[in-house]
């Protein structure tokens, strides 16, 4: 339910509650992503990330991206919902996360009462929008068995704490779960729960968008290198598009230098910072050129 109110940015669309007071959103309409670069194959050849949301979006069908560390999986559903004007809540999961962070509690409401506060899931849920449920295979069960009436063809939840409220889904829903694979020593995704999302695009680093992004081409050449040795076994962590975007960032505020120790740092035991020291030796004098000071 929405109401058109006089505020001092014009006229504006609020959401009311069932008793037709004006609702304090928890979830946001992000800010445009400018510095976003599309994913040209999210599902297949030639359907892009946007594609793939704005046709899930249509059919309100669930959307799990499974893909390394810092691919841009979060980044995607900011700026699809960025673009499409989407309020947006991230969940984070982990084991131990109480069901009242999401569902919602009884808070103190003055005078010795208590009023019911949605959490952020069922914020999304009752009034729409783009719900993001980060490494959902960490969601205990607890919590994923509550979610199974969401996810599938009822598109409702049941508030239990609140007197078992139901609440049948927002027609403007998008729901997206995502996950690290397997080999990142992550959980499993409960198969009943995988099941449950219609479309399941699994992406890796995409040269096409890290060619967008990064202007070294020494990094490039770097990330490449880094990557192999992780396939080889040298080192565990694996080199992020979202790491390469912060060493020429660095490299260009504070220098080589500062770049290159901040990427070994990224690197957990003594062993990978040696094996990822020789690699970057390797390609010292490209980077050295790539990222000169300016007027150097
Ligand atoms: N397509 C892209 N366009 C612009 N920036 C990107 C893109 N992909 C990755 N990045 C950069 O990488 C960083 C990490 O991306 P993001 O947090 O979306 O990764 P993720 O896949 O969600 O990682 P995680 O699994 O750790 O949550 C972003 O902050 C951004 O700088
Ligand atoms: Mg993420």
Same mark, same amino acid.
């Given at each position: 339910?929405?109401?058109?109110? $006089?505020?001092?940015?014009?006229?504006?669309?609020? #959401?009311?509650?069932? *008793?037709?007071?004006? =609702? #304090?959103?928890?979830?946001?309409?992000?800010?445009?992503?400018?510095?976003?670069?599309?994913?040209?194959?999210?599902?297949? &050849?030639?359907?892009?990330?946007?594609?793939?949301?704005?046709?899930?979006? %249509?059919?309100?069908?669930?959307?799990?991206?499974?893909?390394?560390?810092?691919?841009?999986?979060?980044?995607?559903?900011?700026?699809?919902?960025?673009?499409?004007?989407?309020?947006?809540?991230?969940?984070?999961?982990? =084991?131990?996360?109480?069901?009242?962070?999401?569902?919602?509690?009884?808070?103190?409401?003055?005078?010795?009462?208590?009023?019911?506060?949605?959490?952020?899931?069922?914020?999304?849920? /009752?009034?729409?929008?783009?719900?993001?449920?980060?490494?959902?295979?960490?969601?205990?069960?607890?919590?994923?068995?509550?979610?199974?009436?969401?996810?599938?063809?009822?598109?409702?939840?049941?508030? &239990?704490?609140?007197?078992?409220?139901?609440?049948?889904?927002?027609?403007?829903?998008?729901?997206?779960? $995502?996950?690290?694979?397997?080999?990142?020593?992550? /959980?499993?995704?409960?198969?009943?729960?995988?099941? %449950?999302? @219609?479309?399941?695009?699994?992406?890796?680093?995409?040269?096409?968008? #890290?060619?967008? *992004?990064?202007?070294?081409?020494?990094?490039? #050449?770097?990330?490449?290198?880094?990557? /192999? @040795?992780?396939?080889?076994?040298?080192? $565990? @962590?694996?080199?992020?598009?979202?790491? *390469?975007?912060?060493?020429?960032?660095?490299?260009?505020?504070?220098?080589?230098?500062?770049?290159?120790?901040? &990427?070994?740092?990224?690197?957990?035991? $003594?062993?990978?910072?040696?094996?990822?020291?020789?690699?970057?030796?390797?390609?010292?004098?490209? *980077?050295?050129?790539?990222?000169?000071?300016?007027?150097?």
């Amino acid at each position: 339910m929405t109401a058109t109110i $006089d505020s001092e940015l014009g006229m504006t669309e609020v #959401e009311l509650n069932p *008793l037709c007071v004006p =609702v #304090e959103r928890l979830a946001r309409v992000p800010e445009p992503a400018t510095g976003y670069v599309s994913r040209t194959n999210a599902l297949g &050849l030639n359907r892009s990330d946007f594609d793939v949301l704005d046709y899930a979006h %249509r059919h309100a069908y669930n959307v799990l991206i499974e893909g390394p560390t810092g691919l841009g999986k979060t980044s995607a559903v900011i700026a699809w919902a960025a673009r499409n004007g989407k309020p947006f809540y991230a969940i984070s999961s982990n =084991v131990a996360i109480d069901p009242s962070q999401l569902f919602g509690k009884f808070v103190p409401a003055g005078l010795g009462g208590f009023r019911w506060q949605d959490g952020p899931l069922t914020d999304v849920v /009752r009034y729409g929008g783009v719900l993001l449920i980060n490494e959902i295979n960490f969601l205990p069960e607890r919590i994923s068995t509550v979610l199974f009436s969401l996810l599938d063809a009822r598109r409702e939840i049941t508030l &239990l704490d609140h007197d078992g409220e139901v609440i049948a889904a927002h027609p403007d829903l998008l729901i997206i779960g $995502d996950l690290n694979p397997d080999y990142e020593g992550t /959980r499993p995704l409960n198969k009943a729960l995988r099941n %449950r999302f @219609a479309i399941q695009m699994v992406w890796g680093y995409d040269d096409a968008i #890290e060619g967008q *992004l990064i202007r070294g081409t020494s990094l490039h #050449e770097l990330a490449g290198l880094l990557r /192999r @040795a992780q396939r080889d076994g040298d080192v $565990d @962590a694996p080199v992020s598009t979202g790491m *390469l975007v912060e060493f020429e960032r660095i490299a260009t505020g504070l220098g080589l230098d500062a770049a290159v120790a901040n &990427l070994l740092n990224h690197f957990p035991t $003594d062993e990978e910072r040696k094996a990822v020291a020789v690699v970057v030796e390797a390609m010292a004098d490209n *980077l050295a050129t790539d990222y000169a000071p300016k007027g150097a």
